[in-house]
């Protein structure tokens, strides 16, 4: 078939100042960045001082469970689900599936957050760390992409991560999340792409990355049950694949610097997330005041 040679690229939503606006108003203005600071200071244990990839390039990929233990926990836990909550399904496809055996929940949070994959998050926040919440998310098989499936950074402190945990392999669904490294976002970041509004969001960004001279290098990886990958929401531009194939199961934490060690802040919080809705604390100090930190 012939390319729509006459078909005009939408119009991107540009303003420059918007991403500096964004990271004043989380950062500053609502106090994520003294908390940050303030965790560090609670922080006596020891940091290692070679920067991981996470600390380079803000996105790194990581194997996080082995296939057995990735496949046991997604079928036990779809056996405990006994219904999908659906969540907006008309906007990104996805249901959230809810995890209510709270023991079940721990046994494999402290499964996943292994003594090396805690010191690369320590070390990254130089303080201790929390879950602000999670999501066990099947997203199904879709052809049109929108919101998070198209290119975006999320709003939020410049001092927090997220995790996908793919629960199964990519060759089960073809879908995937797809990655620009920080250096480039921040150059997308100057010509006013990110943060615009959700409406004009693309999935391409090859027109606008060739007209501002950046170079384009998009990162993903094949990724296996198990595998993950742990990235900078508000600073690295990404956006979900799709599946194609079949429903693509993944376990997704939005982490926070924290005063205390997360299975403390976990469980001290009915092992629940901070944010049973996903938005965030209107001012951080809210937050402090919700963790329990024994002085
Ligand atoms: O579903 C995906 O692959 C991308 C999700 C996303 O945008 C996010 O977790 O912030
Ligand atoms: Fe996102």
Sequence with gaps: ?????????????????????????????????????????????????????????????????????????????????????????????????????????????????????????????????????????KAKPADQAVRSFLWHCDKGPTAHLKILLYLNDIQEHHGNTIFLDRTTTAKFATSGYVFGSVKKRTDDLTALAQQEHIPFHPLSWEMQAGEGVVFEPSQVLHRGQLPSTGFRYVLAFCLLPSPIPWDHAFSQNNYEGFRPDYTWHPHAKELMQAIPVST
């Design 1 to 137: 078939m012939w390319p729509n040679l006459f078909q005009r690229t939408p119009k991107l939503d540009l303003d420059p100042e918007r991403a500096s606006q964004t990271y004043a108003l989380f950062d500053n203005e609502q106090g994520y960045q003294a908390y940050a600071r303030q965790c560090q200071q609670h922080f006596s244990g020891t940091l290692d001082p070679t920067p991981s990839l996470l600390q380079q390039q803000g996105v790194e990929h990581l194997r996080i469970l082995n296939k057995p233990e990735a496949g046991a926990f997604l079928s036990r836990t779809l056996a405990l689900t006994e219904t999908a909550t659906t969540n907006k399904p008309q906007i990104d496809y996805s249901d959230i599936l809810i995890i209510r055996d709270k023991t079940f929940l721990h046994t494999w949070f402290q499964h996943i957050f292994q003594p090396a994959l805690t010191a690369k998050l320590t070390n990254y926040f130089q303080s201790h760390f929390l879950i602000y919440w999670y999501t066990f998310l």
